[in-house]
């Protein structure tokens, strides 16, 4: 059975958001919206697919005990979900507008 809460993870969450902003920042003299949403939104993935595969690589370089790999792999792939589902949010909403 598939809990709904095995997909909400706050430090991935942060994570998104700290690269969304990130994204933001790098692109806001962009002038057409629809051209800034797409690059913010592909430099957001690239930007946290970066880091959680940094996160990644420090938690398995520092991991004493084996059944906590879990936790770090679910971390891992929530913070590539959350980017994925916002980049597909921005495709549609531009497909829409």
């Known amino acids: ?3 709904f809460g095995m997909f909400i993870d706050i430090r991935a969450t942060i994570a998104v958001f700290l690269c969304i902003g990130i994204s933001i920042l790098v692109y ?8 800034r949403l797409i ?9 946290s ?4 595969l940094v996160y990644i ?3 398995l370089g520092t991991l ?3 059944s906590k790999i879990g936790i770090s792999l679910g971390n891992f792939i929530n913070t590539n979900l959350y980017a994925s589902l916002f ?10 507008n």
């Open 1 to 3: 059975m598939i809990k």
């Open 28 to 35: 806001y003299k962009v002038q057409n919206r629809k051209e």
């Open 39 to 47: 690059l913010i939104a592909n430099f957001a993935q690239i930007l």
């Open 49 to 52: 697919l970066i880091v959680s």
């Open 57 to 59: 690589t420090f938690v």
């Open 64 to 66: 004493d005990d084996a």
């Open 87 to 96: 980049s597909l949010g921005v495709r549609i909403y531009n497909r829409i």
